[in-house]
Nanobody, 120 residues
Framework: QVQLVESGGGLVQAGGSLRLSCAAS????????MGWFRQAPGKEREFVAHISWPAGITSYTDSVKGRFTISRDNAKNTLYLQMNSLKPEDTAVYYCAAGWGRTHSNYNYWGQGTQVTVSS
């Protein structure tokens, strides 16, 4: 089992920045690929970013490329998502998850989510 707890969400103006964190406990964090997903009201949960293990290869959905950066600190068992140049359409609940790829069914462990709201 892996337990995941997100933090760092909040309200920010368009153009601003936030950094989300995901603290992991339980089974060895560094053995898993990790991803961020988001879900806006009335919409399906969508892939945002992934970082592989052990190579640390990153991938992003097109709408966040160049603005978001996913990273991980295995010594601290923590996953991050640095979000810059935020837009109102980035408003959603953001979830971290352990797994691989861009499909949420490939992820076995999920956090409870953290709300990000971007005002125009």
């Amino acid at each position: 089992q892996v337990q995941l707890v997100e933090s760092g969400g909040g309200l920010v103006q368009a153009g601003g920045s936030l950094r989300l964190s995901c603290a992991a406990s339980g089974r060895t964090f560094s053995s898993y690929g990790m991803g961020w997903f988001r879900q806006a009201p009335g919409k399906e949960r969508e892939f945002v970013a992934h970082i592989s293990w052990p190579a640390g290869i990153t991938s992003y959905t097109d709408s966040v490329k160049g603005r978001f950066t996913i990273s991980r600190d295995n010594a601290k068992n923590t996953l991050y998502l640095q979000m810059n140049s935020l837009k109102p359409e980035d408003t959603a609940v953001y979830y971290c998850a352990a797994g691989w790829g861009r499909t949420h069914s490939n992820y076995n462990y999920w956090g409870q989510g953290t709300q990000v709201t971007v005002s125009s």
